[in-house]
């Protein structure tokens, strides 16, 4: 199991970005898939999860309304989209499945509000 995340940076306050996380080593179509995010000194904790056909979505309380997860199963991606950012949105975010029991998590990419 590979997870890839990309599409990181520095941006302005009230910017928006969109996350990927290109998927491999498994059958991406048939598992839900999440995105975590830690913040400096701050526990990793999780703001979205997706259903393995995308149908169904769930959000942290603290991110409901602007941020969206999304998937392409035919590419085996997953996306986070980042909308009007605030400087408490800034963290590493993570990709994340559960795969045959075990927890799998990419790297990360670093989001930073510019402030």
């Known amino acids: 199991v590979q997870l890839v995340e990309s599409g990181g940076g520095l941006v ?8 990927s996380c290109a998927a491999s080593g498994f059958t991406f179509s048939s598992y839900s898939m999440s995105w975590y995010r830690q913040a400096p000194g701050k526990s990793r904790d999780l703001v979205a999860d997706i259903t ?29 989209q980042v909308n009007s950012l ?26 930073t509000d510019s402030t």
Request: charged share 20%; glycine share 12%.
């Open 12 to 19: 302005q306050p009230g910017g928006s970005l969109r996350l």
């Open 52 to 80: 393995s056909a995308g149908g169904s979505t769930n959000y942290a309380r603290s991110v409901k309304g602007r941020l969206t997860i999304s998937r392409d199963n035919a590419k085996n991606l997953v996306y986070l």
């Open 86 to 111: 605030k400087p408490e949105n800034t963290a590493v975010y993570y990709c994340h499945v559960v795969w045959r029991k075990v927890n799998y998590w990419g790297k990360g990419t670093q989001v």
